[in-house]
């Protein structure tokens, strides 16, 4: 879609107060789209930002679902944008199951949560967006480490495929995208480009996602990645 088919489609962006979700906000706006920041605690640059705020949703939480269903009710949702995620860091001599098992519950069960609940406002032509890693990737796994969010990103990816093909006879396309190394919280800042140059590529990609593409693992550049 692009930005006079944007104008006034209604686009979902979860993990919406920060970082690159804050960043898909401002893209999303600019284009005209009213756009909706779903997040578990709000931030003034969210406020500001002329989204309309959807406060204390955890998208690992089934009876969040379930409010967040009845809030969208009577919206035509154009774009979900599944971006909240998190970040930790396992050895192996060092692992955390708790916070391997978090991750999954947040990186790979919560989009598939949000996808589910929000079904029912989305239509032929919608299109879903998973926010995932090349950290996901098995084949491009050159270090190791990082157990949990490995395994989380690539539940995310399995699941985004199987969605792609769940939902291409509704007519609802479906990317799994990978933002890049970028300059967030989540890393400490340490990326090589901004959260704003992120979505600006990431929504480029949405543009191109269609039915023929649907399930392909993107990098934000529009390379393909590997499995």
């Not at 519950?105 to 996808?115: D, H, K, S, Y």
Request: proline letters at 2%; glycine letters at 12%; aromatic letters at 6%.
């Amino acid at each position: 879609m692009n930005s006079e088919e944007m104008s006034g489609q209604s686009v979902v962006i979860t993990g919406a107060n920060r970082g690159i979700g804050l960043a898909f906000v401002r893209a999303y706006r600019a284009r005209g789209a009213t756009v909706y920041g779903v997040c578990r605690t709000t931030t003034p640059e969210l406020e500001a930002s002329g989204a309309i705020v959807v406060e204390g949703v955890d998208v690992t939480s089934g009876e969040s679902m379930v409010t967040l269903q009845q809030r969208f009710e009577g919206v035509a949702v154009a774009v979900l944008i599944n971006n909240a995620g998190l970040l930790e860091s396992e050895t192996l001599d060092k692992l955390n199951f708790d916070t391997i098992t978090r991750q999954f519950e947040v990186n790979a069960m919560g989009p598939l949560r949000v996808t589910a609940a929000l079904l029912p406002s989305m239509s032929r032509g919608s299109k879903v967006g998973l926010i995932t890693s090349r950290m996901g990737s098995i084949t491009d796994n050159g270090s190791g480490g990082y157990y949990g969010y490995r395994m989380s990103k690539a539940a995310l990816n399995a699941a985004g495929m199987s969605l792609a093909k769940d939902l291409h006879s509704t007519g609802i396309a479906v990317a799994i995208l990978h933002p890049g190394f970028v300059q967030t919280g989540m890393v400490g800042f340490a990326g090589d480009i901004s959260s704003e140059t992120a979505a600006n590529r990431l929504v480029a990609r949405m543009d191109e996602l269609s039915l023929d593409n649907s399930g392909t693992f993107w990098h934000s550049s529009g390379e393909l990645l590997p499995w």
